[in-house]
């Protein structure tokens, strides 16, 4: 199984600041890696996938990089709307696990 | 719109049953990898269970033997029966599309909460 972490567990930011989140991956998974977005009373809402790629919408201060067991999150220049829980999860696994980080809170 | 409606969920004794639902619209359920999520204060997010093409369906070892998924193509819905509920079932379930060829969980529903207590 892949066990995945996150760091770190809260980030006190200002907005206008950026951020730099940490998910690391206990094998590798390549770059099969996807981090989401989550707000209180809401579904996560997919920002990254492929390590890197940015979903279509989603703003261009949000920006993955990594691959193997190493990854990063960084957000610049902090926004109101994006405090909020960030996980990572990766889609390596076969037969399928989709396993999930613990999550790194933003908030301010 | 692209959006997944889950419903079903509710209080149930341990060793009970429950079906849990998610309507599907502005794309077909039985064309798409499908996949159910579950989240509590404790564990954080944990994938239950995909299905693929066909009826390759896949299943976290903590609901294997015990959880069903499905769809149902005329309804555009997929489904999730849960049998032998225990108390650490209890969570709020997410129905979650698998796109970019199963990179990632790309449209979420709301979520449905199921709580196990006697």
């Known amino acids: 199984e892949i066990v995945m972490t996150q760091s770190p567990a809260t980030l006190s930011v200002s907005p206008g600041e950026g951020a730099t989140l940490s998910c690391r991956a206990s094998?590798?998974?390549?770059?099969?890696l996807a981090w989401y977005q989550q707000k209180p009373g809401q579904g996560p809402r997919l920002l990254i996938y492929?390590?890197?790629t940015r979903v279509t919408g989603i703003p261009a201060r949000f920006s993955g990089s990594g691959s193997g067991t190493e990854f990063t999150l960084t957000i610049t220049s902090l926004q109101s709307e994006d405090f909020a829980i960030y996980y990572c999860?990766?889609?390596?696994?076969?037969?399928?696990?989709?396993?999930f980080g613990p999550g790194t809170k933003v908030d301010i | 719109e692209v959006q997944l409606v889950e419903s079903g969920g509710g209080l149930v004794q341990p060793g009970g049953s429950l079906r849990l639902s998610c309507a599907a619209s502005?794309?077909?359920?039985?064309?798409?990898?499908m996949s159910w999520v579950r989240q509590t204060p404790g564990k954080g997010l944990e994938w239950v269970s995909v299905?693929?093409?066909?009826?390759?369906?896949y299943y976290a070892d903590s609901v294997k033997g015990r959880f069903t998924i499905s769809r149902d193509s005329s309804k555009n819905t997929l489904y999730l029966q849960m049998n032998s509920l225990r108390v650490e079932d209890t969570a709020v379930y997410y129905c979650?599309?698998?796109?970019?060829?199963?990179?990632?969980?790309?449209?979420w529903g709301q979520g449905t909460m199921v709580t196990v207590s006697s």
């Open positions: 299905v693929y093409s066909g009826h390759n369906t």
């Open positions: 979650a599309r698998l796109g970019y060829d199963g990179a990632a969980l790309d449209i």
């Open positions: 094998q590798s998974v390549s770059n099969n």
């Open positions: 502005g794309f077909t359920v039985s064309s798409n990898y």
């Open positions: 999860q990766q889609s390596n696994s076969w037969p399928p696990e989709f396993t």
């Open positions: 492929g390590a890197s």
